[in-house]
C-alpha cells in the first residue's frame, strides 16, 4: 500500500498549488480520503475531507473558500488545489484514506512553504 503526496514547494502569499496524492496497493474508490497538515508547532489539523464517491466535502474553517478537494477514482488520486495561500498555511501535508470498516493508511507528506 502507498500514498505519494506531490506538488509542495515553495509559493508567494496569494499565490496557488495543487497537491496530488496517488494511491496504490488498496481499492481506493472504496475509501474516503483526506488531507491533514502538521507543524512541529501546532497539532495535526484535517484540512479536507472527499467520500469515496466524491460526492461530499468537508473543509476547515481555516481554508474553506480557498482549498478545494476532489479525486479521480479512474486515477486513483485525490487532489487538494489551494489559492490565495497565506503564511499560515506553512505546513507539511499529508494524504490519509479511511474505509468505512476503520482501515486507514498515510502517506509520508509534502512540504508547502509560503513565503515572500
Known amino acids: 500500500v502507498q500514498l505519494v503526496e506531490s506538488g509542495g514547494g515553495l509559493v508567494q502569499p496569494g499565490g496557488s498549488l495543487r497537491l496530488s496524492c496517488a494511491a496504490s496497493?488498496?481499492?481506493?474508490?472504496?475509501?474516503?480520503m483526506r488531507w491533514y497538515r502538521q507543524t512541529p508547532e501546532k497539532a495535526r489539523e484535517l484540512v479536507a475531507h472527499?467520500?469515496?464517491?466524491?460526492?461530499?466535502?468537508n473543509y476547515a474553517d481555516s481554508v474553506k473558500g480557498r482549498f478545494t478537494i476532489s479525486r479521480d477514482n479512474a486515477k486513483n488520486t485525490v487532489f487538494l488545489q489551494m489559492n490565495s495561500l497565506k503564511p499560515e498555511d506553512t505546513s507539511m501535508y499529508y494524504c490519509y484514506a479511511l474505509s468505512a470498516y476503520g482501515i486507514d493508511y498515510w502517506g509520508k507528506g509534502t512540504l508547502v512553504t509560503v513565503s515572500s
Open positions: 496497493g488498496f481499492t481506493f474508490s472504496n475509501y474516503n
Open positions: 472527499i467520500s469515496s464517491t466524491g460526492g461530499s466535502t
